[in-house]
């Protein structure tokens, strides 16, 4: 019965890892329901974007409190899953504390990570702040009505908790290790500044006691890293993983530039040169702009699931600021939503996607939001894991316009203007010329 | 001002055996829309007053397919462009000027795809070029003093990020330049691009040109200096909203380097 514990925490281990891999399997595919597109492209100029944007986030200081609370948090996270190597250990092998052999080191190193945790502590607790009590106006949005909302809240709940259990399990072993307690060998006292307040407050308890809370909230810890690993693939708060592909496969180019539908080019050309000989056909016809997630780039896909919904991109919209329904946080939602609904009817037909009688289009996103947008890339300027929401809505104004001719009566005014007169207005284009000799 | 204006055309440079140094692309606004035909005017008064050999396309000119691209009309977009394209290298031009940042934006970005490569700048930064190279002397004239706020076009901004250009030129004037909270890459839209100016804005509780007016006009400007027709129209509308129109005026930088110097 000696081993049970090791055997107990394998077990969970494996499991943890098994179902996580699993789920991000399932992401991986939905995301693969997209189209392909060629972004293998400048390899030295997309590392330095990755390391730039996502490690360095060098985005998120245009807004230097966040910057600040979420630097906090994120050296925090990153930083103390060093200790989760050496809980992975002593979990597997019973150990405790195997690396304090490191001896000055071990002691700055928990040191570190225990001024880390209360930086990480606090920074959520503002951040629970400024969602639940401030209540900014980019997260009391209707945009996150529903689990979005709850969702936000449970990250932040969760790192409270883990960071709480983290300094209170230092405080328990502390006490033990004072007290002299077989198995908690003596670790400088310099290891524990932070938890070394809150020592006194186990002060009272037994070293029975004290031995349960020193392993409850290392059990705590630990499991709830496993269970938070596995929550990431059904929360916002995936874009941890994926801001650093996401930021890989940033579009370099200008962001004036759009796409160039090269079906397009085809026909054009068929059109206006007799001798062009077209390119057979593709076995499986393109549609002209989006309509569902599948018309979309597999790029476009992964931007949604990078999306941690922080609003930036909506609050610096001149579509929203004024009122209009467009928001393109949602739009990324969206996209997000109908690809996990897609991934679903799949699991649930073998393999398959069985037509639900939806799209992305219609049932998702509405016309009037995309018709709001006015292209002026202040969201995707915004964006700090570089996420396009413009790519999409004009791939969906493409579909609108070229498959179901459904634009707006102006639109299609100013196009037939450009079609007969070479203008987006009813001039002759023969006086195009008329201001030089005009007073 | 009183001097008329010299436009030549690449067909009669042609039929001279000349070649223009640059082509003047003037864009629909630029030809057509009354306000913007000003700021056309003001850009050749300057090519002028420097003595730049440049032609402009005339009737041969046609729209870039701006509006239809940003609209959704990919196919409408492709036909103006290769049509373009082949009036474009048909005269063998090698570098371009526009009066207009979407204009810039599709030749110089959307253009290439298609066969179309070539040197495209911003008249904005066409003028810093002349300054810069001497050619062009710049003196503040009647805006020494004045108080100016620019208002970052999004197709030269953040589409292109072409930011300095527009405000060293301004800067020579010898003025006031205060810039708005959004500025630059957190410039904020007039609210034209995308096709808006083409149709009625869809259902809000305001007009973009109003919040972005209201937050230039805050600066308290004697001018607000645009880079692009579509925003001249949407700012100009919105001054008047605010009914502000004898204490400020808009106008596009190239007006304002010609009316300071007399061009």
């Not at chain 1, 390391?51 to 996270?77: C, N």
């Not at chain 1, 951040?127 to 529903?146: E, M, P, Q, T």
């Not at chain 1, 009122?323 to 996209?335: C, T």
């Not at chain 2, 000003?38 to 509006?67: Q, Y």
Request: aromatic share 8%; glycine share 8%.
């Amino acid at each position: 019965m000696e081993y049970i514990d090791n055997i107990l925490f394998a077990v969970l281990l494996g499991a943890g890892g098994f179902l996580f891999a699993k789920n991000i399997g399932k992401i991986r595919r939905n995301i693969l329901l997209g189209r392909d597109v060629e972004l293998s492209d400048n390899k030295s100029l997309r590392w330095k974007t990755m390391i730039r944007v996502a490690l360095g986030q060098s985005k998120m200081v245009t807004r230097p409190v966040p910057a600040i609370l979420h630097f906090f948090v994120y050296v925090g996270f990153i930083i103390i899953n060093i200790e989760v190597i050496e809980i992975l250990i002593d979990g597997v092998a019973g150990t405790h504390r195997v690396l304090s052999f490191l001896g000055p080191l071990y002691t700055f190193l928990i040191a570190t990570f225990e001024v880390l945790a209360l930086l990480v502590l606090a920074g959520c607790l503002i951040f629970l702040a400024r969602r639940n009590v401030v209540k900014l106006k980019r997260f009391i949005s209707k945009d996150l009505d529903g689990w979005p909302r709850s969702d936000a809240n449970y990250i932040l709940i969760t790192e409270v908790l883990l960071m709480s259990a983290f300094l209170f399990m230092n405080a328990a072993d502390r006490n033990l290790q004072i007290a002299g307690h077989a198995h908690y060998h003596e670790i400088s006292a310099s290891a524990f500044p932070i938890s070394g307040l809150l020592a006194p407050m186990l002060s009272g308890l037994e070293p029975s006691s004290l031995v349960f809370v020193e392993r409850f909230t290392w059990w705590f810890h630990i499991v709830g890293i496993i269970a938070f690993l596995n929550y990431l693939p059904y929360s916002k708060h995936l874009h941890i993983l994926l801001a650093f592909p996401n930021t890989y496969y940033s579009n370099l180019k200008n962001k004036g530039q759009f796409t160039n539908l090269e079906s397009v080019t085809t026909e054009v050309k068929a059109m206006l040169d007799p001798s062009f000989t077209p390119p057979p056909p593709p076995e499986t016809p393109q549609r002209f702009g989006a309509k569902d997630v599948q018309d979309l780039t597999w790029k476009q896909i992964m931007d949604s699931y990078s999306c941690t919904e922080c609003g930036r991109c909506t609050s610096s919209c001149p579509a929203n600021i004024t009122g209009k329904l467009l928001s393109p946080r949602k739009i990324m939602m969206s996209v997000r939503d109908r690809a996990d609904d897609i991934g679903k009817n799949m699991d649930a037909n073998g393999g398959t996607f069985q037509d639900d009688g939806k799209s992305l289009l219609g049932d998702y996103i509405t016309p009037e939001e995309l018709w709001a947008c006015t292209s002026c890339n202040a969201c995707v300027q915004e964006c700090p894991v570089n996420i396009d929401p413009l790519g999409i809505i004009v791939d969906m104004r493409r579909y609108l316009v070229m498959e179901q001719s459904a634009s707006p009566t102006e639109l299609n005014m100013m196009m037939t203007n450009i079609e007969n007169n070479g203008a987006p207005w009813q001039f002759s284009p023969a006086d195009r010329l008329n201001w030089a000799n005009e007073e | 001002m009183s001097q008329p204006i010299q436009v030549p055309t690449m067909a009669e440079m042609l039929a001279r055996g000349e070649t223009p140094e640059i082509l003047f692309w003037v864009g629909c606004a630029g030809s057509f829309d009354d306000r913007s035909k000003k700021i056309t005017k003001a850009i050749v008064r300057i090519l002028n007053h420097v003595g730049m050999k440049f032609a402009v396309l005339g009737t041969e000119e046609s729209c870039t397919g701006d509006p239809a691209k940003r609209a959704g009309n990919e196919f409408l977009f492709q036909m103006q462009a290769m049509t373009n394209i082949t009036v474009l290298n048909g005269y063998e031009v090698k570098k371009i000027v526009t009066g207009c940042p979407h204009c810039f934006n599709t030749l110089k970005n959307e253009y290439p795809a298609l066969g179309g490569n070539y040197e495209v700048i911003h008249h904005t930064q066409l003028v810093q070029q002349l300054i810069d190279s001497g050619k062009l002397k710049v003196q503040g004239g009647e805006f020494k003093g004045k108080k100016i706020t620019f208002h970052d076009p999004c197709y030269l901004g953040r589409g292109n990020d072409v930011y300095e250009a527009p405000r060293e030129v301004i800067a020579k004037l010898d003025v006031e330049l205060n810039e708005m909270k959004r500025s630059k890459q957190n410039g904020f839209c007039c609210g034209a691009g995308g096709a808006q100016m083409f149709k009625e804005a869809e259902k809000g509780n305001k007009e973009v040109n109003v919040e972005r007016t209201e937050e230039a006009l805050s600066t308290n400007p004697d001018v607000i200096a645009v880079g692009c027709p579509f925003c001249m129209t949407m700012m100009t509308d919105g001054v008047k909203h605010f009914n502000k129109e004898t204490q400020t005026k808009v106008m596009d930088v190239a007006e304002l380097i010609a009316t300071a110097n007399e061009l």
